[in-house]
């Protein structure tokens, strides 16, 4: 039939096409070293990806200067939209048709997991998780083949249980995002709090779908119930709806709130002078604090570069450059086994200190830095004070635990 | 189930829904309008209604925030969202009313679709923040329970939007002879009126509904990318729950959202959000034509 | 020649094809309801994302063989198509899609939400597939074999009675009706068969990628897969097959290179819409259908003279 032959020849060009484009070969290896990147561009979170993604930039413009191993190193984005479905297909992308020699990514610990089971380990390549922090990353879920230079919730947990010690509240309510980021911090924080004070009890969990724009109604129906403190276990799409609702609603410094990284800068910036006062945070970076030569420099730089100063992404993307130029000339040549091996208990020089990554389950070591957010005139916003600085070694789970929490899957 | 339903709870819960139907329909209103008269469902509702919170943000910092800002957001967004709507009627709907009702449909999807990256080439991807003017900051005491003041604000807005728009289509000419060419289009157009001027004036309406219901909304969460996709689907149900076309109906079905999905965060947080569907399902099984009768 | 691709083009090509075989299955089961039978399917996706979800659920949170999943998905998906049927086939073209709409909004809003069951947003990933169908180019033949083996099923349909009748239907229901064919039935028949086909599609996916996830359920992937039938021309068989091909390629190749695919989608979509709504398969069938209408014409005119 007529009509049916303009489909076959259609289908024959478009298959041609693609054979031609498949065989052509690909443009001389200079041998860069090719990252690619998978990560949040676009809605709520995406204020997380940009600054990480800037980290990255200044890092490996510096690191460009002297090269790495005779090459640059070079990296291409992909946009997850914070969704796991994408994610996976970007990171499958990179892997088969860019032929990246390592992934990096993302703020989602959703896609984070299904990446590092679906690609990493299937594909066998590195996989570098510098934003989510699920602690299954490197823990449950963890394997040789991804790392983690973001803090996770484990850490979190226990410096949250750290700041609680010390204050009188027993009733607590839970509320967070409904994903695998938002139950891991629950988790992490209620299993810790409980072992330091056993008198406390939870008088209420809500979840809601990642992403509510409207949490009045969560927030008003949560203050009713009057709990002595509230813990958000929110993640990048909620954290800024829940600081304004918080404000909306009038909670602010009527009953004690508790969220991992509110007092991050990324977090907190676009709130200005309106940002809520009175919230304790956890974050393993602040640009303002402390106040060593090393993190003076990189938030100059950032901040000529840029324009504001760095969050905990762009210093966590920061490091990951560094450990990933690192172990690139420690292992002598760009393979990709022998990445892994010279990764494996690194340490490197970062705007805080040296960092490691630690062997035993691929986490970087970070300090945690416990605060409360004020409004500061010269900040033009909020900032953490109150400071408690507690050391990685304190708050890391052990090796052992790794282990045993590995084998149980 | 963990909650202890207390008196003044379901009090507060109550009011937090209704100012929430309020936003649902100034927005839906504008959805089923278009809806009565082009039969046609606009899927570019939801983006209109993200600019018009983008623009309202980018208006009231222009002014300095404020007072001032903020009533300057209030009205001129909806403004600038009706003259985005009218350029894109136009220049390129108008063109296609005497096609199928597909390709009309499939034009406004393809709308939402060029008007959502619109957005992020406009604005960038990062979060935007406004704020209440300050009387209307802060929340007053309703049975000892906070209550936001601006939610009473929405409470006062929502009906005199209301009250306007019935106002409008029952007792000004332009508003009749809408409804007339949503009943009988070729009737109209045989008594001489340009129905294609009835048209364009009933889509760029509604826009502006949407683009108001955007700006209220504003202060109350945060203006993000992504926002389209939720307001449409919910302003989609409600129409179809009021009755095509009815802006009564509108009401109703936005009360019925509203206040389901706050009630039921009382009761059952993880599935509250299922409510108002739930509440669709059964009432399109038993009435599937929506609760109020619908224009056509 | 599809059978020799693997010998010729890198894995990630042999990827894209597979995913071409399985939008395609889904975008022809859509046609046959949309362009055959002229009911306005607007949920869609819905069946697909069932028939999805029953197999990776079976595969992922059972002990029972994974194919047992891969049956059930198809049955699942059109007992859905069904029920809803059964409700939205009472009233006609915007009211069926709409009430469709709401509807199949309730099930994807259940699964999503749904976080012990379901995996909630996150979804559930990692599935595990038995062990002949873990590579990358057995994959891409069982896909190609399956998906056959549909569309000649489907192709056997739209040339027996049924799809006659199907056809009859969209053109002039009133007259059908008149003449005592069951409208209802047929539909209610034809949604049940297309809804099959999606579930299928939808099990498919799950082979491919391993992954079940909400979005799978959403109405903008509905609203795509509308778009894949109009491209490729809603009229004819293999119109939407050619349509989810391009679709899928400008999806991977466009955006790999701006962020902006949505934006370049809309536009096509306009331009589509304006110059080309038959869509590319389309394009000899105006012209057939012109040449058509002039001979009807002319042999009008002869027999008006014949008979005068």
Not at chain 1, 26 to 37: L, Q
Not at chain 1, 366 to 373: D, E, R, S, V
Not at chain 2, 123 to 152: C, E, H, I, M
Request: contains cysteine; proline residues 4%; positive net charge.
């Amino acid at each position: 039939m007529k009509k049916e032959r303009i489909s076959w020849i259609g289908l024959l060009l478009f298959f041609a096409g693609c054979a031609l484009a498949a065989l052509l070969p690909s443009p001389a290896a200079a041998r860069d070293i090719k990252v690619g990147i998978v990560d949040t561009y676009s809605g709520p979170a995406a204020v997380f990806g940009n600054d990480a993604l800037n980290g990255f930039k200044l890092a490996v413009n510096e690191i460009n200067k002297q090269g790495v191993l005779g090459g640059k190193i070079v990296f291409t984005t992909r946009d997850e939209q914070f969704k796991v479905d994408i994610a996976l297909n970007m990171a499958k992308e990179l892997v088969l048709k860019e032929d990246v020699d390592v992934l990096v990514g993302t703020i989602n610990s959703g896609a984070s997991m299904a990446i590092s089971e679906a690609v990493a380990k299937k594909e066998k390549i590195p996989f570098i998780v510098w934003t989510a922090k699920s602690e299954n990353i490197t823990g449950k879920a963890g394997h040789r083949y991804v790392f983690s230079t973001a803090e996770n919730t484990a850490m979190a947990g226990k410096s949250a249980a750290v700041a609680f010690a010390q204050k009188p509240y027993k009733k607590f309510w839970i509320a967070g995002d409904d994903y695998e980021y938002g139950h891991a911090i629950a988790d992490a924080v209620w299993r810790n709090l409980k072992k330091i004070k056993p008198e406390v009890e939870v008088i209420g969990k809500t979840w809601w779908k990642p992403g509510e724009s409207d949490l009045i109604p969560y927030l008003t129906a949560i203050q009713a119930a009057k709990p002595d403190c509230i813990i958000f276990a929110t993640g990048g799409l909620s954290m800024a709806n829940v600081l304004k609702a918080m404000k909306t609603t009038g909670m602010e410094n009527k009953i004690p709130v508790w969220i991992h990284t509110a007092t991050d800068q990324s977090v907190l910036k676009p709130l200005g002078m309106n940002a809520p006062e009175g919230v304790m945070g956890t974050i393993q970076y602040h640009y303002y604090y402390p106040d060593l030569a090393a993190n003076k420099k990189f938030v100059k730089d950032f901040q000529a570069a840029y324009g504001n100063p760095p969050g905990f992404p762009a210093f966590n993307a920061y490091t990951t450059a560094y450990f990933i130029a690192e172990a690139f000339r420690q292992a002598g040549k760009i393979d990709k086994e022998k990445f892994i091996d010279s990764l494996e208990g690194l340490k490197v020089d970062t705007p805080v200190g040296k960092v490691e990554m630690r062997a035993c389950d691929h986490q970087a070591v970070y300090p945690m830095f416990l605060g409360t957010t004020k409004i500061s005139e010269e900040f033009g916003g909020a900032i953490s004070s109150d400071i408690i600085t507690l050391r990685g070694a304190e708050v890391m789970p052990t090796c052992e635990e790794i282990a045993e929490a590995r084998k149980q899957k | 189930m963990e909650f202890n339903v207390s008196f003044s709870g379901l009090i507060i819960q109550f009011l937090v829904g209704l100012s929430r139907a309020m936003i649902l329909f100034i927005v839906s209103s504008g959805l089923s309008f278009i809806l009565g008269v082009l039969r046609v469902p606009n899927v570019a509702h939801g983006s209109l209604y993200m600019i018009g919170a983008f623009t309202a943000h980018t208006l009231a910092m222009a002014a300095g925030g404020g007072v001032v800002g903020f009533w300057l957001a209030i009205f001129v967004s909806p403004l600038v969202v009706a003259l985005i709507s009218l350029l894109a009627e136009r220049l390129l709907f108008c063109h296609l009313y005497e096609r199928e009702h597909l390709m009309l449909l499939l034009f406004t999807f393809a709308l939402a679709l060029i008007l959502g990256d619109l957005t992020k080439l406009t604005w960038g991807a990062d979060y935007r923040s406004l704020v209440a003017p300050p009387f209307l900051q802060g929340s007053v005491s309703v049975l000892g329970t906070p209550f936001p003041k601006y939610n009473l604000f929405l409470l006062a807005v929502g009906p005199v939007v209301a009250v306007g728009l019935w106002l409008f289509s029952s007792k000004t000419k332009v508003g009749k002879i809408a409804r007339a060419a949503a009943v009988d289009r070729e009737m109209v157009g045989a008594i001489g009126i340009n129905v294609s001027w009835v048209f364009a004036f009933a889509f760029v309406l509604g826009c502006f509904l949407a683009g108001l219901g955007g700006a209220l909304v504003s202060p109350t969460l945060s203006i993000t990318l992504g926002m389209d996709h939720t307001i449409i689907i919910e302003a989609f149900l409600i129409v179809t729950i009021g009755g095509l076309g009815n802006i009564w109906g509108a009401m109703v079905g936005s009360l019925i959202f509203g206040i389901s999905q706050s009630i039921g965060i009382l009761l059952w947080p993880q599935f509250a959000i299922v409510f108002p569907y739930l509440a669709v399902v059964i009432i399109l099984t038993m009435k599937p034509t929506g609760l109020l009768k619908s224009v056509w | 020649m599809l059978l020799l691709a693997p010998f010729f083009v890198t894995r990630f090509y042999i990827y894209i094809l597979s995913v071409i075989f399985v939008t395609a299955l889904l975008a022809m089961s859509l046609n046959l309801l949309v362009g055959h039978g002229g009911v306005y399917q607007f949920h869609h996706a819905v069946f697909y994302g069932v028939g999805a979800y029953t197999a990776g659920l079976i595969a992922a949170k059972t002990t029972w063989p994974v194919w047992i999943g891969f049956c059930a998905g198809p049955m699942v998906a059109a007992a859905a198509g069904w029920v809803i049927g059964l409700i939205c086939v009472r009233l006609n073209k915007l009211y069926f899609g709409m009430l469709q709409i709401s509807l199949g909004s309730l099930i994807w809003i259940v699964a999503l939400r749904w976080y012990s069951l379901t995996g909630g947003d996150d979804g559930i990933h990692g599935i595990r597939m038995p062990e002949i169908l873990s590579s990358t180019v057995n994959v891409y033949y069982f896909l190609l074999a399956v998906v056959s083996v549909c569309l000649v099923a489907m192709f056997l349909i739209y040339n027996s009675p049924f799809g006659v009748t199907l056809r009859a239907i969209r053109d002039n229901p009133q007259r059908c009706e008149a003449v005592g064919i069951n409208v209802r039935r047929h539909q209610l028949l034809a949604i049940v068969i297309a809804t099959f086909f999606a579930g299928a599609a939808g099990v498919l996916f799950v082979v491919l990628e391993g992954s079940i996830f909400p979005d799978m359920l959403f109405w903008v992937l509905s609203l795509e897969v509308f778009i894949m039938c109009l491209l490729g021309g809603g009229f004819t068989f293999f119109g939407p097959v050619v349509g989810a091909a391009i679709m899928v390629a400008l999806r991977t190749f466009v955006g790999s290179v701006t962020e902006y695919w949505t934006l370049i989608l809309g536009i096509v979509l306009i331009l589509l819409i304006f110059f080309l709504p038959e869509g590319i398969m389309g394009i000899n069938f105006r012209e057939r259908a012109r040449s058509r209408s002039r001979r009807a014409a002319a042999r009008a005119s002869e027999g008006a003279d014949a008979a005068g």
